[in-house]
């Protein structure tokens, strides 16, 4: 029997789908699986901030004053020397621990208000310039008065008479020894905020009773530090700013 032109192209077609389907269903591609990306891919490495430094400036210790020019020759004998100044009197014992102008307790720490005074040999200007100091907020430890001047000692231990004018209230430390660290928490293992260089000047803003720590503040930095790393406080002083 002859199969009619039109029913063979359908067989034709039937076997061609039956047949080729399988094959082209294995070749077409599934869904691609996406790789998992490592854990850190995404995450930025910072590198840790270097602790800031700070460092002194400015000069820290008592200079010499400038010497006088030398006057002209005289024309006339000289007048004779006059007699050196008096010694300012002595503290009564029982009067040592007060001061006999202010009534405050002796000793005690005060700052230079400005970045020139002089520390004079004698209370009064009739007492030769010894030094000049030129740091604003050194810190000086009043240990006599005498009317309106004070025998005030510096961090080196030199010793002199300044005018109260030339003073303020206000404490102040100085870093002396070592690098300090300047500490975010009044602990040893607490986070570092700076590291203050022998001879920073700063400010102290308390220091509680019997404490060995003390809040301050240099520059912009403000911390903790440890009594024995500055100069400025009695042992076991209270102080609040």
């Known amino acids: 029997m002859t199969i009619p032109v039109s029913a063979s192209w359908l067989a034709l077609l039937l076997c061609g789908v039956l047949l080729c389907a399988p094959d082209a269903a294995a070749q077409t ?79 005690r720490y005060a700052a230079l208000r400005s970045d020139e005074v002089n520390l004079r040999a004698g209370p009064g200007t009739r007492y030769p310039i010894q030094w000049v100091y030129k740091r604003r907020e050194l810190p000086v430890e009043i240990q006599r008065e005498f009317e309106v001047w004070r025998l005030v000692q510096d961090p080196d231990g030199t010793k002199g008479w300044v005018h109260q004018a030339t003073l303020t209230g206000r404490r102040s430390f100085i870093v002396t020894g070592a690098d300090a660290t300047l500490r975010r928490d009044a602990r040893d293992a607490a986070a570092a905020v700076a590291v203050l260089k022998p001879g920073v000047i700063g400010h102290i803003r308390s220091c509680p009773a019997a404490s060995d720590w003390c809040q301050v503040q240099a520059g912009d930095y403000r911390g903790y530090l440890k009594r024995s790393q500055f100069w400025g406080t009695l042992p076991g002083e209270v102080v609040t700013n």
Request: glycine share 6%.
């Open 29 to 107: 591609p599934g869904p691609v699986q996406a790789q998992p990306k490592p854990a850190n891919e995404h995450k930025a490495t910072h590198p840790a901030k270097p602790t800031p430094v700070v460092k002194p400036h400015g000069t820290t210790h008592a200079q010499k004053p400038a010497k006088q020019a030398p006057a002209a020759p005289a024309t006339t004998p000289p007048a004779p020397a006059p007699p050196p100044p008096p010694e300012p009197p002595k503290q009564a014992e029982t009067d040592t621990a007060k001061g006999s102008n202010t009534g405050l307790p002796l000793p």
